[in-house]
């Protein structure tokens, strides 16, 4: 079964410290993984996917196959970084079912 | 260039009615997915259509259907609601489907069931 695992629902962290948002899945398979963000009264919008491997404002998130994790991490969070993150992964080849996680409150206290 | 536009925003509906929902994908974009999000399941997949065939449809009761145009705008559409079926309906697009595509979602669509 497809399923994508985020313990925390609130995480709650000071200007300036690291924050790690945590993300198991489960698939058979190679899955395509994915870190969605939604700000304050705007959208769902894409923040990062594991094939890129990239940095988007300064997060970072490593796929562990072995593990089964995909944790997002930024070394020191902005207040600006108060958001929902979803944690989303979907199959390789096309199809764009997306099964996401419950999603985890991110805020960043002054 | 516009992103993708729901409507209506806002919709209460009584039980036993039904609604459709319509989204316009990005232009040029001709996939296009349904999400329902509600604060107890939170997102779930719905359906996925591109050039107008449903390509991939997720756990819901036959009650909800939706449809592709050759425009590749998207309706979706549910009888006889439910009060559960409360809900944030999301549309989302993407170019084609493919692995590595960008998947962009509109704001929703609210609908209130009483």
């Known amino acids: 079964a497809q399923r994508v695992t985020q313990p925390e629902k609130l995480l709650s962290v000071f200007k300036g410290a690291p924050v790690e948002l945590k993300c198991n899945y489960s698939?058979?398979?190679?899955?395509?993984l994915f870190w969605y963000v939604q700000y304050s009264r705007q959208r769902l919008q894409l923040l990062l996917r594991?094939?890129s491997r990239e940095s988007i404002k300064g997060f970072t998130a490593d796929l562990n196959k072995g593990e089964t994790s995909f944790h997002l991490k930024k070394p020191f969070a902005q207040e600006e970084d108060s958001a929902m993150y979803y944690c989303?992964?979907?199959?390789?080849?096309?199809?764009?079912?997306?099964?996401f996680g419950k999603g985890t409150k991110l805020t960043v206290n002054p | 260039k516009a992103g993708v536009t729901q409507t209506p925003r806002y919709l209460i509906k009584t039980r036993g009615q039904q609604v459709t929902l319509s989204c316009s994908p990005i232009?040029?974009?001709?996939?296009v997915s349904w999400y329902q999000q509600t604060p107890g399941q939170g997102l779930q997949f719905l359906f996925e259509?591109?050039?107008?065939?449903?390509?991939n449809k997720g756990n819901f009761p036959g009650r909800f259907s939706g449809r592709q145009f050759s425009n590749s705008r998207s309706e979706m559409n549910v009888s006889t609601l439910e009060l559960g079926d409360s809900a944030l309906y999301l549309c989302?697009?993407?170019?084609?489907?493919?692995?590595?595509?960008?998947?962009?979602f509109g704001e929703g669509s609210w609908l209130t069931v009483v």
């Open positions: 989302a697009s993407s170019l084609s489907g493919s692995s590595g595509n960008t998947i962009y």
């Open positions: 698939y058979s398979g190679s899955p395509e």
């Open positions: 594991h094939i």
């Open positions: 259509y591109f050039s107008e065939t449903q390509r």
């Open positions: 989303a992964l979907s199959g390789r080849g096309g199809s764009e079912k997306l099964v």
């Open positions: 232009s040029g974009h001709r996939s």
